[in-house]
């Protein structure tokens, strides 16, 4: 990705203005048209991947026409509605107007004839909810297992936080699920199955959240706490980290004020990538939980080979992605930039 | 899920009636499960809430639109009534439609009205109305295989409660077409309020949000007393979280979940396994005008090789019956005396050496993923065929694909009929240039005995002509038809009075109740 990349991007705007003589407006400046740079990258990104989703959906066998029709429409009714969907242009043409009229905020028809921003306008609000929820809590999970393993390297809880963060961030979402399903639900019933979904289009209790937030935590705080111990211990080694060490310093005082703030850039570019990875899972734990979410409309829309749909939801979950991405560049330049 | 979107059309239910079936002393025709035999008088009152297959980005609110997903075909045929239903004893059966006439050539049918049918805000029903719905119906994209067989402007009102259909031929059978997506709707509903328009059902929406909905009773209902206060239907992406659903008591039915859920549950005392026999048939298609199936013997040493009891063991784990190559074996009219066709390989060895069939080659089995159990369908297939010595490879194509190249066009492939109540309505499709004639078929004696069949006034001809129709099927056509599946539901322990019929049967709920 080019979360690293744009960072030192902006390590370097940084470093190329004198810290101390350069006057506040230039530097400014300077913030301005690096983050400026950013954003253009995100967003030229984000165009290629959304140009590779029309290229690869025009690259499944059938089309929206047929993939959506009925049994027994002749040939000729299946012809009408490949015009009606422009299905009869060529791709790179229906992606150019796709794209245009992307800024206002239109993302189109979809081959059943709705509105793409109707489709998504309840369903994401709902994945944002979970895949928020499941960050949160990842990161949360993450940091306090790192830090306590890194307490006392080597330790009992070190290596058991070690171990099963290894395990579980090599568990498939799906796994995670059923074995989360069966003993809080099915066999206690402690926690409801499925999520059913309120007139508002939201899910009717937040107990339905536990389970699908569970089941995309569990291997992403695995991923993220080994990211967060592996920072730390190679903050244990700079300089001003053991010199805190020597001054005598109490190891926690020493591991959240001198050795953790080091520890934010990589932390903060781990977290950055496991919101792909949340996005992603909230595919298949939606199906499983019913969960009323993106998951559930983009499965739909790859068999209907719906174009515009699928483009909306990978715009939508493109630009949070970007976002977080930004975020993390955004941390890692203030903490990179800050020292000299 | 792809599957439900094509079964919609062409299921062979619709929405059933207690109006008629009550009429006619109910309580034969009732539909009850095993588990509730101890039912009991019906209660009022209580939520029923169901489970239902869908796709979020397949929900449609036009009643006379291409209803993919199941959860929407529910809830539309709750609110909406069609002409006429599908029923256990009859295999038609009145719904907004009380009775129907057909003229002496069998060509021009007369429906009247159930009396003091109203829509849910109290105007009465007109033929106005039935009209414009079913014009409407007609006239969308796949209107003619909605309606077949009757052009919109042969659609017409003889008075306040008549309306009158035209067919462009003779049709014994076309009050069986008006059953399954018939709604009917108030004359002039503009396209954007089609999805709060006022039906005539048993329920009234009382919201509806992303494919899930809440109905309420409709207490002036033209069919008669409604139990329940109130239906929440949710819809489910996959049928396995629709299972668990109804094991956590989130949900009271899970509608045609499918024998792997089924399997799952079927240990559970406190759920009933609700079975409908007859919901889908799984046919292998053989291409008889052309290509290697053309030879009569060829085709029949196909339908000696396989091992039907095998295939409904393994392919729909058991939930199912064997059958005999005849599409329809849900009908009353069903020949059940046609000789049973069992495995013979000698027989079938002999009749490939005698047609001159090339055992040296491979044959390609065209298959989808469209319903559980069809791929597998053709795999165990291939199986069987080698052990005759035949090679078959089987070849997986997507849905869109299938039927773009495939269907109506390949020497040999899988098909499915989500109806399988009607023996003259798949016939339909094997007479000499049928539209949707899969096998490529001609045949004049059952060309000669499908038109006495649908001309015949006479009962007793007609059933003699339609036990000749399933006989010539049984020898000489494409289908080769090993089994049938059943359709499988599943239901807490308070359900009663579940619909039994196959197909779109599974949507009549306004006759359940809830025991306390």
Redo the contacts between chains.
Sequence with gaps: MAGPLSGTATERTEAATPPVAAPAPRRAAAAALGAGVVLAKRALMLAVLLAAVFAAVEL????AA?????????AA??A??RRLLGLDRPVWERFLDWMTALPTGDLGT?A?GEHVTD?LS??FPNTLLLGGTAFAATLATALALGCWAALRPGGPVDRIVNVTSGITLALPEFVVSVGL?LPL??WT?WL???T??A???APASWTMLVMPVLALTVPQAGWNARIVRGALADQAGAPHVSAARLDGLSPRRVLLRHALPGAWPAIATGAATSTGMLLGGAVVV?????Y?GLG??L???V????TP?IAGVVACTGAVISLVLLCADVIRARTLGARP | ??WT??QA??AGGGIGTAALLTACGGDKDAASSPADSSGGTPRKGGTLRVGALG????T?RDPHG?Q?NESDYLIIALVHDTLTAPGLKDNTVGRLATSWKPSGDLKTWRFTLAKGATFHDGSPVTADDVVWSLRRLRNT??G??RLPGVKAENITADGKDTVVLVSDDANAELPLLTRLSTFVLKKDTPGKDIPKAPGTGPFKLD?F??G?A?LVRNDTWHGGRVHLDAIEV?M???P???A??L????IDLASNVGPVAARSAASRKDVQLVRRPGDMALPLVMRTADGPFADVRVREAMKLVVDREAMVEQVLSGYGTVANDVLGTADPAYAKDLPRRTRDLAKARKLLAEAGFDLSRTYELVTTEDVPGLAESATLFANHAREAGVKVKVVK?????F??KT?LKGSFYTNYWGTNDSVIFLAAKMITGA??NEAGWSDPGFDSAYRKAVGAADEKARATALRELQRIEHDRSGYLLWGVADGIDLAGSKVRDLPKLPGYGRVQLERVWLAR
């Design positions: 499944l066998p059938g089309d047929s993939a959506t029709s009925d049994r027994g429409e002749s009714d299946a009408a509605r979809s059943r489709l309840a369903p399903l639900s099915l019933g409801p199955a499925v059913l979904t007139p508002d289009g939606e199906t499983l939980f019913n009323p559930t409309v499965a739909g829309a068999s209907d080979r719906d749909v | 899920m792809i979107r094509r059309l062409w796709r979020a980005s397949a449609t291409n993919g994209p796949a003619a295989s919201w949000r992303g899930n809440r949710t489910f992406e996959s396995q979280a629709m668990n659903a094991l956590g008591g989130q194509q997507e849905s869109g694909a039927y773009e269907w539209g949707q």
